[in-house]
Nanobody, 122 residues
């Protein structure tokens, strides 16, 4: 099993910055990639960013590209999301997920954290 705990969410002004962190523990060897997702009330959970655990290859949603940066520290078992130039539309609960696709090329997020609230005021 894999355990994920997010932290860092808070109220921030539009145009400001925020850094989210995800602590990873358990069977980390089974992780192909780590990702950040977000969900606003009444909306579907959407992909934000991801990074492969071993190679550090990143991917971003078009809505955050150029503003957000995902990174990981394998030694510390942490994944971070640096968010700059925040907009009110970024307001959501942000979740950390572990992709355990393994030999499959299909993305499979099998583990999730509890989420952390990010609120961007205009």
């Amino acid at each position: 099993q894999v355990q994920l705990v997010e932290s860092g969410g808070r109220l921030v002004q539009a145009g400001g910055s925020l850094r989210l962190s995800c602590a990873v523990s358990g069977r980390t060897f089974s992780i192909y990639a780590m990702g950040w997702f977000r969900q606003a009330p009444g909306k579907e959970r959407e992909f934000v960013a991801a990074i492969t655990w071993s190679g550090g290859i990143t991917d971003y949603a078009d809505s955050v590209k150029g503003r957000f940066t995902i990174s990981r520290d394998n030694a510390k078992n942490t994944v971070n999301l640096q968010m700059n130039s925040l907009k009110p539309d970024d307001t959501a609960v942000y979740y950390c997920g572990a992709d355990t696709r393994g030999s499959s090329n299909i993305r499979q997020y099998s583990y999730w954290g509890q989420g952390t609230q990010v609120t961007v005021s205009s």
